[in-house]
């Protein structure tokens, strides 16, 4: 079965230091792999996605198909990053598309 | 301009009543979601709509559970004879499309509602 997994339910870094939140999948088909994230008293956004190839916010995330795995990663933590963050898997089939969630990430940036 | 919104913000009900949850789209939107958002469960995906059509229903947790879409725009969620494990944030999303890149797949989510299974 499909699965996201994100070993860390909280993360705690003091601002300033290099974050990594971990995610890792099993799909056998052709991955497409998103971060979202949570602001406190936020709605859910979109923060990156693989295919974009992009950095936002200073985040990026790389997709290793070999170990399956699409970290997220910062290499200078705010205390605005602080937040929760989903890593999440998209997957096409003849019915049309799906999603799975990993169970997410609270990352909390100290100061 | 004005984001997804989505109604009631809370509603508590008893257990084996049914409740209707409501959501609408940014304007324009051909696409849209529903998810469920549980203390157990995580951010679990359930039905999405392209027009008023659902592909694909099978997420959907128990046949208690439907949802429509009309006029390719408002959608509803019924859940019913609701069970304390319905007890979640619901949330709505929408996008432009459904793939075509960045600019047309970006799901915008709703602000949720909060359904409590007394």
């Known amino acids: 079965a499909q699965r996201v997994t994100q070993p860390e339910k909280l993360l705690s870094v003091f601002k300033g230091a290099p974050v990594e939140l971990k995610c890792n999948y099993s799909y056998s088909g052709s991955p497409e792999l998103f971060w979202y994230v949570q602001y406190s008293r936020q709605r859910l956004q979109l923060l990156l996605r693989h295919i974009s190839r992009e950095s936002i916010k200073g985040f990026t995330a790389d997709l290793n198909k070999g170990e399956t795995s699409f970290h997220l990663k910062k290499p200078f933590a705010q205390e605005e990053d602080s937040a929760m963050y989903y890593c999440?898997?998209?997957?096409?089939?003849?019915?049309?598309?799906?999603?799975?969630f990993g169970p997410g990430t609270r990352l909390s940036v100290l100061p | 301009g004005a984001g997804v919104s989505q109604s009631p913000s809370n509603k508590v009900t008893e257990k084996g009543k049914d409740v209707e949850l409501r959501c609408d789209p940014i304007s324009g939107h051909t696409a849209l979601y529903w998810y469920r958002q549980s203390l157990g469960q995580g951010l679990e995906f359930l039905i999405y709509?392209?027009?008023?059509?659902?592909?694909?229903k099978s997420g959907l947790p128990s046949d208690r559970f439907s949802a429509e879409r009309t006029g390719g725009s408002v959608s509803t969620l019924t859940i019913q004879r609701t069970q304390q494990e319905d007890s979640a944030v619901y949330l709505c999303?929408?996008?432009?499309?459904?793939?075509?890149?960045?600019?047309?797949?970006?799901?915008?989510f709703g602000p949720g509602t909060r359904l409590t299974v007394l």
């Open positions: 999303a929408s996008s432009l499309a459904t793939s075509g890149g960045a600019i047309t797949d970006t799901q915008y």
């Open positions: 999440a898997l998209r997957m096409w089939d003849n019915y049309g598309q799906n999603f799975v």
């Open positions: 709509f392209q027009g008023n059509s659902a592909p694909d």
